[in-house]
């Protein structure tokens, strides 16, 4: 396996105890080494929770020696979605990929759900659980359609059992139940447990971006889970091909979900999410044949909100203008949280398989030397 790197046996029983504690001990974000892209300022927490409302949870799956996998669930805000609907669009950059509601969300323009994403033969399992919670929640008794949106990248090619379909009731309500606003985990948990990216530990990663322009404040928050190949590139210095990985490529997939307290509609959303593929570009990303990469994008901003039984809706919307400081912003976020996902990864070891953490070392070191680096 192309992307995989074998160690002697020897090494890696007298490394096992130290390489469990490194899984559990946090490596830095990108920025707190100086590698901050774009202009704009980020949010308080650099993450998707900057976006007042928003909170994040996983549930992280190590079974046996075979599986590594897990959910992430994104809440757009604290009360029931179902009846307090907030505007979504979903942008389809490559469409080689699971994502369960996405043609509601594209008639209707709205989430009535949390947003779950998982492995990709977990996806049904994960939207089953979802619906059973939801229908058994107060007030539901009566309802008889949920459009449950979970997305999926392939996790399967280096470190989990995918075939065992892991995911269980239980792991989706841990994420749903430990999800909260505040410093979101990053690197190897959740839906990042078992993902590569260009040829290392990929995962979570987040960022935020506070938009310039705006006499509101407006905050631009994406969460990614990276699973993709490519020519690794930060702040556009070639690191891949430095590090000797030119154009790694396998098939693969990236979510990217961004969120915003600006208050936008479907259609502007969808060109919010159409921008946010400019960030994975950055990377180094070219979304081969094989690649599913989709980005979902909502508002959070209370006059933007819906009920499904309201006959009309009125809002306070942005109009096109004031969208490209916005543009603007998710573009940054978006590279940033990749570069997140890469720096915060740690080494797994699965099924006889090695997927190494980025050797940061070596990355600052190229870094300085192109003189990149805050």
Not at 214 to 226: E, K, Y
Request: hydrophobic share 45%.
């Amino acid at each position: 396996m192309r992307l995989v790197r074998s160690i002697p046996v020897l090494l890696l029983l007298l490394s096992a105890g130290a390489a469990l504690h490194a899984q559990h001990r946090p490596r830095p974000r990108a920025r707190a080494l100086g590698v901050a892209p774009g202009t704009l300022a980020p949010g308080p927490l650099n993450a998707i929770t900057d976006v007042a409302g928003v909170r994040v949870g996983h549930a992280t799956v190590r079974e046996g020696d075979s599986v590594r996998t897990g959910v992430t669930a994104i809440l757009p805000h604290g009360d029931n979605l179902f009846f307090d609907r907030v505007p979504a669009a979903i942008h389809v950059g490559n469409g080689f990929g699971k994502l369960i509601g996405l043609t509601q969300v594209a008639e209707l323009g709205e989430i009535e759900t949390p947003i779950l994403l998982t492995c990709t033969l977990c996806v049904w399992r994960a939207a089953d659980a979802l619906v059973a919670r939801l229908l058994a929640a107060p007030g539901m008794e009566e309802v008889r359609s949920i459009n449950p949106v979970v997305g999926e990248t392939n996790d399967g090619y280096a470190l989990n059992a995918i075939r065992r379909r892991p995911i269980a009731p239980a792991h989706v309500n841990a994420a749903l139940d430990r999800a909260s606003g505040g410093p979101v985990a990053e690197g190897s948990v959740g839906a990042g447990t078992g993902t590569v990216a260009f040829g290392w530990k990929g995962g979570i990663g987040t960022s935020s971006r506070r938009v310039a322009a705006s006499d509101s404040g407006w905050m631009v928050g994406v969460l990614v889970q990276t699973n993709f190949g490519g020519d690794l590139q930060i702040l556009g210095v070639p690191v891949g091909r430095e590090l000797d990985r030119k154009g790694v490529t396998r098939p693969g997939s990236i979510m990217i979900v961004v969120a915003t307290d600006a208050p936008v509609l479907s259609r502007n959303l969808e060109r919010l999410a159409a921008r946010a593929i400019i960030g994975l570009g950055r990377t180094g990303s070219v979304m081969d044949n094989g690649s599913g990469d989709y980005v979902i994008a909502f508002s959070t901003h209370a006059a933007v909100r819906r009920h499904p039984r309201a006959e009309r809706h009125g809002s306070a919307e942005l109009g096109d203008d004031a969208m490209s400081p916005l543009f603007h912003a998710v573009v940054e976020a978006t590279e940033e949280a990749i570069y997140n996902s890469l720096f915060t990864a740690t080494t797994e070891r699965s099924g006889g398989n090695t997927v190494e953490a980025l050797p940061m070392d070596a990355v600052l070191g190229i870094l300085r030397k192109r003189r990149a680096l805050r």
